[in-house]
């Protein structure tokens, strides 16, 4: 059974950094291509981060350069670092594995 829990979200005020992780069982991270999405209320839930299975990062214009994705083979998670954060980074983070694993989520506040 695959599972994710992902961990690390809370409040932040801009200009920080915070970061998220996401712990796996049942999938390598060796192996698999892991992403992280972004939900905010009334909008699809979007992508902020991939990391393919190769190990070739990909992130969209709004996270380039903020954001970064990377793993952990020996722990089997992979984390989302967040930097220099706005308002805007606001929303409810989820892991993906696979494309098709997802964890529970977790809430990303930013506001001063």
């Known amino acids: 059974q695959v599972r994710l829990v992902e961990s690390g979200g809370g409040l932040v005020q801009p200009g920080e950094s915070l970061r998220l992780s996401c712990a796996v069982s049942?999938?390598?991270?060796?192996?698999?291509?892991m992403m992280w999405y972004r939900e905010v209320p009334g909008k699809q839930r979007g992508w902020v981060a991939q990391?393919?299975?190769?190990?070739?990062?990909f992130y969209p214009d709004e996270t380039e350069g903020r954001f970064t994705i990377s793993r952990d083979t020996l722990k089997n998670t992979f984390d989302l670092q967040l930097r220099s954060v706005t308002p805007e980074d606001t929303g409810v983070y989820f892991c993906?594995?696979?494309?098709?694993?997802w964890g529970q989520g977790t809430q990303v506040t930013v506001s001063s």
């Open positions: 993906n594995i696979d494309g098709s694993y």
């Open positions: 049942g999938l390598s991270v060796r192996d698999n291509a």
């Open positions: 990391l393919t299975s190769d190990g070739n990062t």
